[in-house]
Nanobody, 126 residues
Framework: QLQLVESGGNLVQPGGSLRLSCAAS????????IGWFRQAPGKEREGVSC????????YYAESVKGRFTISRDTANNTVYLQMNRLVPEDTAVYFC???????????????????WGQGTQVTVSS
């Protein structure tokens, strides 16, 4: 059974860091672009960062550029999102998702994916 499971969400103070993980089972991530998306209460889901199947192409939303880093671990079939200098506006449920595509920007901007995880809550508050 194909499954994506996110973990690593937590309550963190402004300026803090978190690393989210997205573990895939039932399939290999090698052939998919992978993205991190988030949805805050009352807002639409938005793309945060996406990475191509080979890892050579990445996309970051303007609001997270320079603070977040996406990476993929082929050996462990896992994708990570390192989040630094967190601000309250980063508070949301974070989802990972995959899509067979070569255009990571369209995946992130268009919030397009074939399969989604269940999400993990990130709360940035003092």
């Amino acid at each position: 059974q194909l499954q994506l499971v996110e973990s690593g969400g937590n309550l963190v103070q402004p300026g803090g860091s978190l690393r989210l993980s997205c573990a895939a089972s039932g399939f290999t991530l090698d052939y998919y672009a992978i993205g991190w998306f988030r949805q805050a209460p009352g807002k639409e889901r938005e793309g945060v960062s996406c990475i191509s199947s080979g890892g050579g192409s990445t996309y970051y939303a303007e609001s997270v550029k320079g603070r977040f880093t996406i990476s993929r671990d082929t050996a462990n079939n896992t994708v990570y999102l390192q989040m630094n200098r967190l601000v309250p506006e980063d508070t949301a449920v974070y989802f990972c998702a995959v899509q067979r595509t070569n255009t990571v920007q369209s995946m992130c901007v268009g919030v397009r994916a074939n399969y989604w995880g269940q999400g993990t809550q990130v709360t940035v508050s003092s």
